[in-house]
């Protein structure tokens, strides 16, 4: 017979103990019935019950233990706190010894065997055996333990000396590499702006925004024993020049008539200096340190190519364009933009990029020659942009440059390319259908013009429109910019009668004002042909065209005073003869004292104005088909001075001649220079079919 362990004799005397308790409790159970007669059984049941949970209880508190740590062994850090060291454990711990004790300032915990706190004393590295307990026995695991109280050491950066460039992204951090533990890390002086210095890891990132000269800087890696550090040299260089354009060349200036600033831009990189050859025509002036081209020409000067250098300390990037001077007067065409055979058919929106570039919408198939179907983006000096080529399956109405780049277009498509899009649709920059703008099934109805609201939503009008992708609405709705619908439209019932929205004009506050076809809006009669709204798209109660226009408007625009000018075929407002124009106060009352409101203006039968621009010197452009202003002939174009009276010094010879044709579209470069299209084919007897620039 084998002995029995000493462990196994506890074992048995813990089991005996619990069995003499249990019948020592019983037996004291069933004399208690016999001494009060009165007790039933339901508290003996309840009793036993007790009993045999906490005998449960007892039981699972006792159950075997083993105990691991994985990880071992440790070293840490003398006075650096250490993260917990947790083991793995079955059983149920009761308390926790360390044979020989932790080194001073670790502890146990007793329930579960972790190590935590902070060594305060340095150690060699040694065995402890970490001894787990209960009723039942006990387990042990044995882990390596060593203090390093020494500094970091070694530390260094990869690549130093650094050479960064201003304006460009680090896309890989410098890290340190260093031997030991470290706390922080801290540099200086402080790096230059734009780049970050990470105290916890040491890490350089970010983008330097500012150039330096080679500099010093030394970095310091740091825990409680001591430190080491490293000098690291920096140095920021510019950025060199790239993408240098000037905006609206070709140039045509008029001998003794001052120009506008013309300001370069840069794609990227900044210059310090600019220089042009051959110099610039006597009067004109360049700036060597900006660029820009300035002053009044005094004499006449042949066409001629400059070339502008752009130059920092890292390289050089250039540009050319082409400048003249001549007396030829406003409103002669400008014989620099060569559109070639031009445009197929008609224009009837127009809309500038920042570079300059042209888009051109309308019932176009051809531009030049070439196939383009209602879409054509040409260059500013009028060749084609080849690489731009939607191809949409009807009109475009209305073009609309966002600030990003985008544009978006609207009229009476159903497909670009060879997706679906129904009368609405934005395009990248390079032609290609923006597929993050979706507007479902689209517009029932043709849609006429774009509001780009300040909120960066989209008001669209136009004509027979009663739903936008499934959902009801009038022939003016709002979109926002991912091409869904913003609904409710706060405008009621919205135009009346049978109606059009002809096109809107956007205030820089927001505010929006519609013209058309309609007899009322929200039901309120006196918005006839033309009502304003509020920045959240409520009616304007505060504007107020009386009995409003008798027949159909077609375009707005707003002077620098806030009065309004409108074209259409309006014959009376308010009650007062007009002639196709007249203009009204901010209010929306009449304004007698602008001379087209006498009644002059476009008079004719079946003459009519279909657009308005205004020139930053208040000036008016009128387009149309119209054969004279004020009885004075003007062929489908003219220019108004501020107060309605003709602008005599605006040249325009025979215009735009034969009587059937009309200019839909007029829109005015930064330069001045001045764009029109519609479905003319000549220009005071120059070619220039459906798209010419006329000089201010």
């Known amino acids: 017979m084998s002995e029995i362990r000493f462990d196994q004799l506890n074992y048995f005397l813990g089991i005996f103990k619990i069995l003499l308790f249990r019948i020592i409790f019983y037996a004291h159970l069933l004399l208690i019935p016999s001494c009060f007669p009165g007790l039933q059984n339901p508290i003996e049941d309840q009793l036993l019950t007790l009993l045999?949970?906490?005998?449960?209880?007892?039981?699972?508190?006792?159950?075997?233990?083993?105990?691991?740590?994985?990880?071992?062994?440790?070293?840490?850090?003398?006075?650096?706190?250490?993260?917990?060291?947790?083991?793995?454990?079955?059983?149920?711990?009761?308390?926790?010894?360390?044979?020989?004790a932790l080194p001073t300032g670790l502890i146990l915990d007793q329930s579960n065997c972790t190590l935590s706190g902070t060594p305060t004393m340095d150690s060699a590295a040694s065995n402890y055996t970490i001894t787990a307990s209960n009723s039942l026995g006990s387990a042990t695991a044995i882990i390596s333990i060593e203090i390093n109280t020494d500094p970091p050491t070694g530390l260094s950066y990869t690549g130093s000396p650094i050479t960064l460039t201003e304006n460009v992204l680090i896309v890989t951090a410098f890290s340190p590499t260093v031997t030991g533990t470290v706390v922080s890390y801290s540099i200086a002086p402080a790096l230059p702006a734009g780049l970050n210095f990470n105290t916890t890891n040491g890490e350089i990132?970010?983008?330097?925004?500012?150039?330096?000269?080679?500099?010093?800087?030394?970095?310091?890696?740091?825990?409680?024993?001591?430190?080491?550090?490293?000098?690291?040299?920096?140095?920021?260089?510019?950025?060199?020049?790239?993408?240098?354009?000037?905006?609206?060349?070709?140039?045509?200036?008029r001998n003794g008539q001052a120009i506008p600033n013309y300001t370069p831009s840069l794609s990227t990189g900044t210059a310090t200096s600019f220089a042009i050859a051959p110099a610039l025509p006597t009067g004109l002036s360049f700036n060597t340190t900006t660029g820009v081209?300035?002053?009044?020409?005094?004499?006449?000067?042949?066409?001629?190519?400059?070339?502008?250098?752009?130059?920092?300390?890292?390289?050089?990037?250039?540009?050319?364009?082409?400048?003249?001077?001549?007396?030829?007067?406003?409103?002669?065409?400008?014989?620099?933009?060569?559109?070639?055979?031009?445009?197929?058919?008609?224009?009837?929106?127009?809309?500038?990029?920042?570079?300059?570039?042209?888009?051109?919408?309308?019932?176009?198939?051809?531009?030049?020659?070439?196939?383009?179907?209602y879409l054509v983006r040409i260059n500013s000096d009028g060749s084609i942009d080849g690489g731009f080529a939607p191809n949409l399956n009807n009109a475009v109405r209305d073009v609309h440059v966002q600030s990003d780049g985008n544009i978006l277009i609207a009229g009476d498509f159903t497909t670009v390319g060879a997706t679906p899009r129904s009368r609405i649709a934005r395009l990248l920059g390079d032609g290609n259908l923006d597929v993050t703008f979706n507007p479902g099934t689209g517009s029932n109805g043709n849609i006429y013009s774009i509001g780009y609201l300040p909120s960066n939503n989209i008001l669209l009008n136009g004509t027979?429109?009663?739903?936008?992708?499934?959902?009801?609405?009038?022939?003016?709705?709002?979109?926002?910019?991912?091409?869904?619908?913003?609904?409710?439209?706060?405008?009621?019932?919205?135009?009346?009668?049978?109606?059009?929205?002809?096109?809107?004009?956007?205030?820089?506050?927001?505010?929006v004002l519609l013209v058309g076809a309609f007899t009322d809006f929200a039901g309120d009669?006196?918005?006839?042909?033309?009502?304003?709204?509020?920045?959240?798209?409520?009616?304007?109660?505060?504007?107020?065209?009386?009995?409003?226009?008798?027949?159909?408007?077609?375009?707005?625009?707003?002077?620098?005073?806030?009065?309004?000018?409108?074209?259409?075929?309006?014959?009376?407002?308010?009650?007062?003869?007009?002639?196709?124009?007249?203009?009204?106060?901010a209010d929306g009352s009449f304004d007698p004292t602008f001379t087209a409101n006498s009644g002059a203006g476009v008079t004719g039968a079946g003459e009519i104005i279909n657009t308005v621009s205004i020139q930053s010197?208040?000036?008016?452009?009128?387009?149309?088909?119209?054969?004279?202003?004020?009885?004075?002939?003007?062929?489908?174009?003219?220019?108004?001075?501020?107060?309605?009276?003709?602008?005599?010094?605006?040249?325009?010879?025979?215009?735009?001649?034969?009587?059937?044709?009309?200019?839909?579209?007029?829109?005015?470069?930064?330069?001045?220079?001045?764009?029109?299209?519609?479905?003319?084919?000549?220009?005071d007897g120059n070619a220039s079919r459906g798209i010419v620039r006329i000089l201010p």
């Open 52 to 100: 045999i949970r906490i005998s449960n209880q007892s039981e699972n508190v006792n159950t075997a233990l083993s105990l691991s740590y994985s990880d071992s062994p440790y070293v840490f850090t003398n006075s650096l706190p250490i993260s917990p060291v947790s083991p793995t454990f079955t059983g149920t711990i009761t308390s926790c010894t360390s044979l020989p």
């Open 205 to 253: 990132s970010g983008t330097p925004t500012v150039t330096s000269v080679a500099t010093n800087y030394t970095i310091v890696a740091t825990n409680p024993i001591g430190s080491t550090n490293f000098i690291l040299t920096l140095t920021i260089v510019e950025e060199a020049p790239a993408g240098l354009s000037y905006f609206g060349s070709p140039y045509w200036f």
């Open 293 to 373: 081209i300035s002053g009044t020409p005094i004499i006449t000067s042949a066409n001629a190519t400059y070339t502008v250098t752009a130059t920092n300390s890292v390289g050089n990037t250039t540009t050319t364009f082409d400048l003249l001077v001549n007396n030829l007067p406003p409103g002669t065409m400008d014989t620099t933009f060569n559109v070639g055979s031009g445009v197929t058919n008609r224009v009837d929106s127009i809309d500038i990029q920042s570079d300059g570039k042209i888009i051109l919408g309308g019932n176009i198939l051809d531009y030049d020659g070439t196939t383009r179907n």
């Open 464 to 511: 027979s429109i009663t739903q936008y992708n499934g959902t009801l609405t009038t022939t003016v709705f709002e979109i926002l910019n991912d091409g869904s619908i913003n609904t409710p439209f706060p405008i009621g019932t919205g135009p009346g009668g049978l109606t059009f929205i002809r096109s809107s004009y956007v205030y820089e506050d927001g505010r």
């Open 525 to 585: 009669t006196k918005y006839r042909k033309i009502v304003r709204l509020n920045a959240d798209l409520t009616v304007d109660p505060t504007f107020d065209p009386g009995t409003g226009a008798q027949f159909n408007l077609n375009q707005a625009a707003v002077q620098s005073d806030g009065k309004i000018v409108i074209v259409g075929g309006a014959s009376t407002y308010d009650g007062n003869v007009v002639s196709n124009i007249f203009r009204i106060n």
């Open 617 to 683: 010197d208040d000036k008016i452009l009128i387009g149309g088909r119209f054969t004279n202003y004020d009885g004075t002939a003007r062929q489908k174009i003219a220019r108004l001075n501020a107060d309605g009276t003709l602008d005599t010094s605006f040249v325009i010879g025979i215009g735009f001649g034969a009587p059937i044709v009309d200019v839909n579209a007029i829109e005015i470069q930064p330069d001045g220079k001045i764009l029109a299209g519609g479905s003319f084919i000549n220009y």
